[in-house]
């Protein structure tokens, strides 16, 4: 019996055609067990039991106001949050998720292929990837570099595609602490194949894993 997961994938904005093999990615990670939903009551009732929420390609106020309570609660009190890709695309209305995350999205190009450097080897979710990893994603901008506040794992090499829109430093991956909490955020994830991908698989049970304490 591994932690368990709630697995979050409502939306109310853009939805991704790659949720179904995301949360079939996460079912076959191993070491979890997963609660998926899309009703928010969810996240209004208690959290404790489990040792992250996943806000899965989530978009768009998902959350009713009881729930961001409950969810500010729990990660303050010490539970684990990760958002993965269009997480960044949720709860606007809500100051505090920005917080919670580190950055908002903004905007992406094209989805085409890109080369991530591997910032930080020492953490689970990175310590398997080589110093450039070429994967193909939708390269996301954000509406702040978030490198003051949190930890970066990788970040996204813009010379190695077309219509990036934050220079140099353009973070992708991080981690950051929250209250007593532990949040773990990956911009990609957009397309389904991902989610088959060994590398890609890994740097997610990495951050899981470490926002988890598993």
Same mark, same amino acid.
């Given at each position: 019996?591994?932690?368990?997961?709630? %697995?979050?994938?409502?939306?109310?904005?853009?939805?991704?055609? !790659?949720?179904? /093999?995301?949360?079939?990615?996460? =079912?076959?990670?191993?070491?979890?067990?997963?609660?998926? @939903?899309?009703? $928010? &009551?969810?996240?209004t009732? #208690?959290? +404790? #039991?489990?040792? &992250?929420?996943?806000?899965? !390609?989530? *978009?768009?106020?998902?959350?009713?106001?009881?729930?961001?309570? =409950?969810?500010?609660?729990?990660?303050? &009190? @010490?539970?684990?949050? %990760?958002?993965?890709?269009?997480?960044?695309?949720?709860?606007?209305?809500?100051?505090?998720?920005?917080?919670?995350?580190? /950055?908002?999205?903004?905007?992406?190009?094209?989805?085409? #292929?890109?080369?991530?450097?591997?910032e930080?080897?020492?953490?689970?979710?990175?310590r398997?990837?080589?110093?450039?990893?070429?994967?193909?994603? +939708?390269?996301?901008?954000?509406?702040?570099?978030?490198?003051?506040?949190?930890?970066?794992?990788?970040?996204a090499?813009e !010379? !190695?595609?077309?219509?990036g829109?934050?220079?140099?430093?353009?973070p992708?991956?991080w981690?950051?602490?929250?209250?007593? @909490?532990?949040v773990?955020?990956?911009a990609?994830g957009?397309? *389904?194949?991902?989610y088959?991908? $060994?590398?890609?698989?890994?740097?997610?049970? @990495?951050?899981?894993?470490?926002? /988890?304490?598993?």
């Amino acid at each position: 019996m591994g932690p368990r997961l709630l %697995v979050h994938t409502r939306t109310t904005g853009y939805r991704h055609d !790659s949720i179904p /093999a995301a949360v079939a990615c996460l =079912r076959t990670l191993g070491g979890f067990e997963i609660d998926h @939903g899309e009703d $928010p &009551a969810a996240l209004t009732a #208690p959290l +404790e #039991p489990y040792a &992250a929420v996943v806000f899965l !390609s989530t *978009s768009g106020e998902v959350l009713t106001p009881a729930g961001r309570e =409950r969810l500010a609660g729990y990660v303050e &009190a @010490g539970g684990g949050f %990760v958002g993965v890709h269009a997480a960044a695309c949720t709860e606007y209305e809500w100051p505090y998720y920005g917080e919670l995350l580190g /950055a908002r999205f903004t905007r992406h190009p094209q989805f085409q #292929p890109g080369r991530a450097l591997i910032e930080d080897h020492d953490h689970p979710a990175t310590r398997h990837l080589p110093p450039a990893w070429d994967f193909t994603d +939708e390269w996301y901008d954000f509406d702040t570099n978030p490198r003051d506040t949190v930890r970066v794992l990788l970040t996204a090499d813009e !010379s !190695s595609y077309e219509g990036g829109g934050m220079g140099a430093d353009h973070p992708l991956a991080w981690c950051r602490e929250q209250g007593a @909490g532990r949040v773990f955020y990956t911009a990609l994830g957009h397309a *389904s194949e991902a989610y088959d991908d $060994p590398d890609f698989r890994a740097h997610l049970k @990495g951050g899981i894993t470490w926002a /988890a304490r598993a």
